[in-house]
């Protein structure tokens, strides 16, 4: 599977159209600025199928160049660059490292940074506990979620909402014909979201990706149907002190009729917060704080429709850490409307709160998103420095 659109900043640069070639230099002039610290993309113009790797050359510093497409590649700058800057790119001289790396096993994709595990996702299905019905099994989802300093920040098969994984994905109140399907509601068993295979693993200088299928499937007339694949292009950018992923999702509905996603409160791309930010008392209360470029509480931020959301509390070190949402501009009914839970630490972007929309057989909807993973109290110059940098790539 080629891996499409990276989401990140894409620059435009002045550069020279001739292929590149084993011992070619070339020169060109930033026709824009950009700031150390931010994944970018450059055009490079043909490059000859024999150059492996490229660097970027700048006065003080050297960075690696990662391939995404023939002409595009993706670097991320040690220093900030100015508009009209002169740089060189050249061929590397050595293979460079990954500081993220991505290996495939029998029930899971693991993810690392250097020695810290990150995420995981689920290949084979999973189980709640031996006391819990087994239609809350899954798989193709992400879980746990991992901070670089080691904080756990996601839960899995979470007390009093088992049917919630991490981070997921899945329509809640649909209909095929005049039938009722829910993929979200694992106990009504009226449909059912499986991993079907991994796609392509990468592991590179400037980021690591994984992409999945998954499969929908609808229980019809005492019959299961696939209606509908789902691909995950997944993204990793490993920075100096937190990450940056990358989250895009292409669901095709493959019919045989249309699919109604009536309108509803919640469903669509999800986030389950960790299980250390509930309280003792009961399953549906937590100490958690979310907050949105709008609001700054969960019952403030419930249906608003923000340009990016986070979610954080302490952990069992007794230090915070959390995540940030930023969904694309080119989402479907962007700024979608972001379904909170006034006490559990779960949110969801549901474009059906502002009512029902129809995929019709083949369709393609698409939901795209960068996510901050960080230690430590959100920054939110950083978040909003990632929320500019990502959304002019669209």
Known sequence: MILENLHSVAFIFALCLASFSCNKIRQYTAERSFEAGLPAIINVGEVDTKVKHLEIHTNNSI??????SDSSWCFVPKEDIPMRAKYEIKSATSHPTANCTITVSENFIHAKIEQQDILRYAISTQFPADSLPLYYRRSGFIHPITTRQGAVITDDFPEGHVHQHGMFHAWTRTFIQDTLIDFWNQHAQLGEIRHD??????????FS??????????YLRDDTL???????NFKIYPLAEHYL?????QHTWLGPDSLTIDEYHYGGTAFRGSSEWNLPEGAYDSLVFVETNLHSSHLESNHSRPEWITMYGLTDANQYAGITFIPSRKNFRYPQPVRVHPTMPYFCFAPMVLGKFVLQPYDVYKSNCRMLVFDGKPDYSLIQKIHESYQKDF
């Open 63 to 68: 960075v690696p160049l990662q391939r995404i």
């Open 197 to 206: 295979s991994v796609l392509s693993v990468v592991n590179g200088p400037v």
């Open 209 to 218: 990706s994984f992409s999945v299928s998954l499969d929908y499937l609808a």
């Open 226 to 232: 696939k209606v509908s694949n789902e691909i995950w």
């Open 245 to 249: 992923m990358d989250w895009e999702i």
